[in-house]
């Protein structure tokens, strides 16, 4: 059964949040009205993202323009991708077409509001062309709702999402059934090397009770022959584990931090490794993101002389109203932005010995290695042999993480932060933050680990209101 036909009709919105929306509804048309196109004008001034973006649309309506003759654009022009744009959704054969006609306002509820004017011009669309399924795509609810009162069938863009179902996401660790180790007997291989032990396990092509296995993903067996795994590598059907590190214990404390959970374990044996270049960790407030992030790129910076120095960022979204200009450098400008980063300096350096004269030459030593940059500058760097922490990743969107991660040079590690249940930035949901877009897309890469920490040790009032607020 083949599918009929549509014509989409993109808001103002859909196409500041995603310039390449034109070039994402395959075999369908596009229409643009022509008050897509004033909004498109009058938000290009600016270095803000949704300006950069509004100039970007704007170079691809007209690169599509060129060598159209100007009587012949009602027809509408092909969408043919610019070169360069590559995308996961198949090259579009539709054609974007454009309002050409004054359409009456009344139409629909006044002239007042661009809403308003837009829903106007699509009434006129379907009453032109009848019969025709025209579809309003925006990214605003109320424009949504609007359209549904006046008759229209409107819809969310889904296109930006990188999953459909926000429990689907990948977890970075799965249980493993209580008859593993019996249900592998008879294919099981193990050794021993460079102190480290391996288990090589054959896996049946088709099994409904098993899920596929990522590479350094983690996999743990609960109950008294409790034992914690690691993917190292995947060879078809068989699957080479790895018993991972214990920083449980004080001998293997991490810059005096040790795991108080099986999660946090995974996260430190992640941050830890030197083989991983990227690390996401997902979890509620308290979980300890931060403090293992950094107790650990302290480990590998001071310690082990693995990077020179660690970088924190973070997306620089407000909770609650602006205060205003900040003053002084850069630096000092995100310190305010940086209260998780001194929170938990305090605790690292509260481990160290040599009392006040110790603990002041530990946080002049700290702020000789640890550097606070903003992530309105990163366009264009390269990190050498850094460890990059991003915090409050969530609220990035998918341009802007590849924008951070692509700083990489050799010998560098990023760290994502961030807690899905919290984010800020305006038409950012946990199906389409760049948090989500990453932990998606490394998910099969053998150089990344994922862990989503779910029990909170910051304090039983901290976990209580989590949960219960």
């Keep these: 059964m083949t ?19 034109l070039f994402r509804f395959e075999e369908h048309d596009v229409f643009l009205p022509m008050t897509v196109l004033e909004e498109l004008d009058n938000a290009k001034k600016g ?16 690169g599509l323009l060129e060598g159209h003759e100007a009587a012949r654009i009602g027809d509408g022009v092909a969408l043919s991708r610019p070169d360069g744009i590559q995308l996961r959704t198949p090259e579009s054969a539709g054609r974007l077409r454009f309002q050409t006609q004054v359409v009456d306002p009344e139409r629909s509820f006044g002239d007042t509001v661009p809403d308003n004017r837009i829903i106007a011009s699509v009434l006129a669309l379907i009453e032109d062309r009848p019969g025709e399924d025209v579809v309003l795509v925006s990214k605003d609810i109320n424009m949504r709702i ?3 009162i006046a008759g229209l069938v409107a819809e969310d863009y889904e296109n930006d999402r990188a999953l459909d179902d926000f429990s689907l996401l990948f977890t970075g ?16 291989k193990s050794w021993t090397e460079k102190g480290r032990t391996f288990y090589e396990v054959t896996r049946p092509e088709v099994d409904d009770n098993d899920t596929a296995w990522y590479p350094q993903q983690f996999l743990y067996l609960p109950g008294d022959d409790a034992t914690e795994l690691r993917v190292a590598r995947v060879e078809g059907r068989r699957t080479v584990l790895q018993v991972v590190d214990d920083f449980r214990h004080n001998q293997h404390a991490v810059w005096g931090v040790i795991a108080r959970n099986r999660e946090q374990n995974f996260a430190l044996n992640a941050l830890m490794d030197p083989e991983i270049d990227f690390v996401t960790l997902l979890g509620t407030a308290g979980t300890g993101k931060t403090l293992l992030a950094l107790a650990a790129g302290l480990a590998q910076t001071l310690d082990a002389q693995r990077y020179r120095e660690i970088i924190m960022t973070r997306a620089t979204v407000s909770v609650g109203e602006e205060i205003g200009f900040l003053p ?23 481990t160290q010995e040599g009392g006040s004269w110790g603990r002041q030459a530990t946080n002049d030593l700290l702020a000789s290695r640890i550097k606070i940059r903003a992530m309105n500058f990163m366009r264009g760097r390269t990190f050498l042999n850094r460890y990059l922490i991003i915090d409050e990743a969530q609220n990035l969107t998918s341009k802007q993480m590849k924008t951070l991660v692509t700083r990489a040079g050799p010998g560098t590690k990023i760290v994502c932060l961030g807690n899905l249940e919290q984010i800020d930035t305006p038409y950012l949901t946990e199906t389409t933050s760049g948090l989500t877009y990453v932990v998606d897309r490394f998910k099969n890469w053998p150089h990344s680990a994922h862990v ?18």
């Design 3 to 21: 599918r009929s036909k549509r014509t989409y009709v993109l808001d103002t919105n859909v196409l500041m949040h995603d310039p390449t929306a």
């Design 47 to 62: 270095t803000s993202e949704v300006s950069r973006n509004a100039r970007q649309v704007s170079r691809f309506i007209n």
């Design 146 to 148: 609007k359209a549904a």
């Design 173 to 188: 660790a799965e249980a493993l059934p209580e008859d593993f180790w019996q249900r592998h007997g008879d294919t099981l």
């Design 328 to 350: 002084g450098t850069e630096e000092e400008k995100m310190t305010p932005w940086m209260g998780a980063l001194t929170d938990n300096l305090e605790v690292l350096t509260q």
């Design 452 to 469: 989503t920490l779910r029990r909170g040790e910051r304090s039983r009032l901290a976990d209580f209101a989590s949960e219960m607020l």
